[in-house]
């Protein structure tokens, strides 16, 4: 019912920056919710930052002040940015929604990407 693809991962040095996109498809009216996760070598899937429908915006404090969440509308798409990066950012960064005014009612379940990976390192 809903369709995340990510992309722009890729292999970056300390202190570079990537941009990875999330586009939402499928059978529903609107998102309320997009939001990043990621789950580092070893360990716990872990939210990184979220954005609303209204565009209110929250950062976990490790990517606070270093990474931005912003999000087309039109098309669906969330963007982050993440900038100054170092090699604990290292992980597979999941696109995550929820919830979604389907086209059948309003779903609650969330969903999630396939993961785009990104590694810091020099």
């Known amino acids: 019912q809903v369709q995340l693809v990510e992309s722009g991962g890729g292999l970056v040095q300390p202190g570079g920056s990537l941009r990875l996109s999330c586009a939402a498809s499928?059978?529903?009216?609107?998102?309320?919710?997009m939001a990043w996760y990621r789950r580092a070598p070893e360990k716990e899937r872990r939210w990184v930052t979220s954005?609303?429908?209204?565009?209110?915006?929250k950062y976990a404090d490790s990517v606070k002040g270093r990474f931005i969440i912003s999000r087309d509308y039109a098309k669906n798409t969330v963007y982050l940015e993440m900038n100054s990066l170092k090699p604990e950012d290292t992980a597979v960064y999941y696109c995550?929604?929820?919830?979604?005014?389907?086209?059948?009612?309003?779903?609650?379940?969330?969903?999630w990407g396939q993961g785009t990976q990104v590694t810091v390192s020099s």
């Open positions: 499928g059978s529903f009216y609107s998102i309320d919710t």
């Open positions: 995550h929604a929820s919830p979604v005014r389907l086209f059948s009612g309003v779903s609650y379940v969330g969903y």
């Open positions: 954005i609303t429908s209204g565009g209110d915006t």
